[in-house]
């Protein structure tokens, strides 16, 4: 069964369901139904939900929809937060060194935050922290 058009659905500051066939969960909440936020908007700046697991079939939505979102809204900061992500291929991998060439050639920054001890490892084994700026951890992230 397909679902309606949800080619652009705003909720707050929040931008949400973007190409949303499949990718996005459906919700029911107080009688009405919505689609799970994984892209934040705001001041240039783009916030990333990752989910928990990047694997090829996320990796290449991913990317569709990013570039797609840096280009309509001018997106000079790039933020991707892995606060419920346990694991990512090669694929996400390479969706991320993808996106930090993009944004580096409009001058842009890209920021990685909330990840686990895994993911980690996962930048350091793959260069991807030479390449992204990791922000620190807090004491009430509560993430190893």
Same mark, same amino acid.
């Given at each position: 069964?397909? $679902?309606?058009?949800?080619?652009?659905?705003? &909720?707050? !500051?929040? *931008?949400? %369901?973007?190409?949303?066939?499949? #990718?996005?969960?459906?919700?029911?909440?107080?009688?009405?139904?919505?689609?799970?936020?994984?892209?934040?908007?705001?001041?240039?700046?783009?916030?990333?939900?990752?989910?928990?697991?990047?694997?090829? $079939?996320?990796?290449?939505?991913?990317?569709? &929809?990013? !570039?797609? *979102?840096? %280009?309509?809204?001018?997106?000079? #900061?790039?933020?991707?937060?892995?606060?419920?992500?346990?694991?990512?291929?090669?694929?996400?991998?390479?969706?991320?060194?993808?996106?930090?060439?993009?944004?580096?050639?409009?001058?842009?920054?890209?920021?990685?935050?909330?990840?686990?001890?895994?993911?980690?490892?996962?930048?350091?084994?793959?260069?991807?922290?030479?390449?992204?700026?990791?922000?620190?951890?807090?004491?009430?992230?509560?993430?190893?």
């Amino acid at each position: 069964k397909r $679902h309606a058009d949800w080619s652009r659905i705003a &909720e707050g !500051d929040g *931008l949400c %369901g973007f190409f949303g066939q499949n #990718r996005y969960k459906m919700q029911k909440q107080k009688g009405r139904l919505y689609m799970e936020c994984k892209y934040q908007l705001k001041d240039g700046c783009m916030r990333i939900s990752m989910p928990k697991e990047v694997d090829h $079939h996320y990796a290449t939505q991913l990317r569709k &929809e990013a !570039d797609l *979102l840096i %280009g309509a809204y001018h997106v000079r #900061r790039l933020v991707f937060d892995f606060a419920e992500t346990d694991f990512m291929d090669s694929s996400g991998i390479g969706v991320l060194i993808g996106r930090c060439k993009k944004m580096g050639y409009g001058g842009g920054e890209v920021v990685a935050e909330h990840l686990s001890e895994r993911i980690q490892k996962i930048f350091v084994v793959s260069g991807l922290h030479k390449m992204i700026r990791v922000a620190p951890q807090t004491m009430d992230d509560g993430r190893n």
